[in-house]
């Protein structure tokens, strides 16, 4: 039995029983080739192939794990520059934060954003991230988490704040970036007021 699909530097024959032939072998070929298929089913790998590409993946979701970790570490340091070294360095960031404006476009941006959040709070922090959920392709990935950061502010009031976190993360010279994320609450549509304790 054939299993997976191939990666595009995979794409070499795999011999398949005669009597898959015709229409059936021109449906399996690449969409991109634009040879016939006599004998062989182009775009499929055997399962050692697919196993590759699984381990490649279950590599991603690690390296992607482990930024998430610098990046609680960075929070709970109060270091915006570790901080900003999770996402992209340039104008193709793209965030939309919990609080206006509607969104920050570059890293320059929301690295402001970060240093004004930050210094809310004149002592330490408590920062949380639970429920994360890594979901890697080959150089595209995206995670969702629910994120809660507790502190008291310069006026002595406690804060305690659960946000539902949306990441993407693009694979760039080698390294994961986030390259968009998104930040929310529920919101009663009723009253307008938001649930700032982020409730399932």
């Known amino acids: 039995m054939l299993a997976g699909l191939c990666e595009p530097s995979d794409r070499d024959s795999v011999s398949v029983p005669a009597s898959w032939s015709g229409a059936f072998l021109t449906h399996l070929q690449w969409e991109t080739s634009d040879e016939p298929v006599e004998g062989s089913a182009r775009g499929f790998c055997p399962i050692g192939d697919a196993g ?3 381990a490649r993946l279950a590599d991603a979701r690690a390296d992607i794990q482990a ?23 340039d104008q193709t960031l793209f965030v939309f934060d919990v609080v206006p404006p509607r969104q920050y476009v570059g890293a320059a941006a929301y690295r402001k954003d970060w240093q004004e959040f930050l210094g809310i709070f004149p002592g330490p922090i ?14 595209l990935a995206y ?8 502190g008291t502010d310069k006026k002595g009031k406690k804060l305690d704040v659960t946000v539902r976190v949306t990441d993407v993360y693009k694979k760039i ?3 994961w970036l986030v ?13 307008g007021k938001p649930d700032l304790s982020s409730k399932p």
């Open 67 to 89: 930024l998430e970790d610098r990046f609680i570490a960075a929070v709970k340091a109060k270091d915006v520059d570790a901080i900003m070294k999770v996402y992209v360095p």
């Open 52 to 54: 590759a590409r699984q």
């Open 126 to 139: 408590t920062f949380e991230v639970s429920d994360l959920d890594i979901i890697a392709g080959d150089d």
């Open 173 to 175: 010279a080698g390294n």
């Open 179 to 191: 390259i968009h994320e998104h930040v929310s609450v529920p919101v009663d549509l009723d009253t």
């Open 143 to 150: 995670s969702h988490s629910i994120q809660r950061v507790a």
